[in-house]
């Protein structure tokens, strides 16, 4: 779909008639009584609703996008969660009903999950940044005890070449700058490539896979701490894809705040320094992926409210000048932590 052709956009996506009555009718067919209280989280590639129930706290229930995961996939994901929540880590788990998490009515699938209130963390606090490394360690230990079998990896073909192919495909960059940007693009993807060629082979284990400050909750009081939620992107990839995106300043402050994951992080389990080649490479294939993704999903009604500049030729210009950026990064050193 080009959202540069579009004039308006289609009622019939399947969301469309995911209802508050229907969204009511989903938590009741599983025995909760709702009192019709409803809040919409910050979701878009799901609708994730806080519902209240009459006889308890709210719950939050997740409505998963059609077509998306396989149920497979999708229990592969619950699987996961279940094991670090069998761990003792402090992640967010689908609740089970009758021996199952995964449920389905009127078309739609869906999971029901406990609320958890907190904040977003500070990444720029040394003690935040040595827990998250502490609990990402243990989340890891665990990723690396089974494989997944049907749910994606990612690596530079499924987040960055597919993607490349897809945008052109679909002629979704404006005509003008479209010979610009794929040039461009192709550049980042040598880019990328060579990053991995200095990284050598490095171990591939289960992971978070969108490991940001937004699916992290922080917890108040004395016994408070980071919850870990939305496990939605989980995939197979190096470790390091869960912890540079707690970085963030010039290749010195991202060192110095490493440094400080790192010491967290060694506690629980070794870290391979080879992974430092890949954070710019990882973070250029994100920048690839999140425009697909937008492309992908531009005759969901919710896209076009929440992004429209994705609509318009700066956005392509500002992503000309960003994966450029990328390519310069990619072939400077990686961080120094030893």
Known sequence: MNPHAMTEQSPQHPFSSLTPDLMLDALESVGYRCN????????YENRVWQIGIDDGPPVIAKFYRPERWTDGQID????????????????????????????????????VYPR?????????DPHVLEWMGRLIARIHQVGERAAFVVREALDPETFGEDCVDWLAEHDTVPPELAAVWHGVAEQALEGVRYCYDRAGKVANLRLHGDCHAGN???SPGESGGPWFVDFDDSRTGPAIQDLWMLLSGDPEDMGRQFRHVLAGYEM?????????????ALR????IHHSTWL????????FPAAFPWFATT????????????????????????R
């Open 76 to 111: 592969e994901e619950h699987q996961f969660v279940k094991a670090m929540r069998d761990a003792e880590l402090p992640v967010v788990a689908p609740m089970a009903i009758d021996g199952k998490p995964l449920f389905a009515h009127s078309g739609f699938r869906f999971s």
């Open 36 to 43: 019709g209280g409803l809040l919409a989280l910050n979701s």
């Open 295 to 302: 492309a992908r999903r531009w005759e969901d009604p919710a």
């Open 216 to 218: 992290v909750l922080w």
């Open 284 to 287: 250029t294939l994100r920048l």
């Open 268 to 280: 629980f389990r070794d870290f391979d320094d080879r992974e430092l080649h890949l954070i710019e």
């Open 314 to 337: 700066r956005y392509w210009e500002e992503r000309i000048l960003e994966l450029r950026e990328q390519i310069a990064r990619m072939q400077e050193s990686a961080l120094v932590l």
């Open 116 to 124: 958890q209130a907190g904040r977003a963390p500070e990444f720029d």
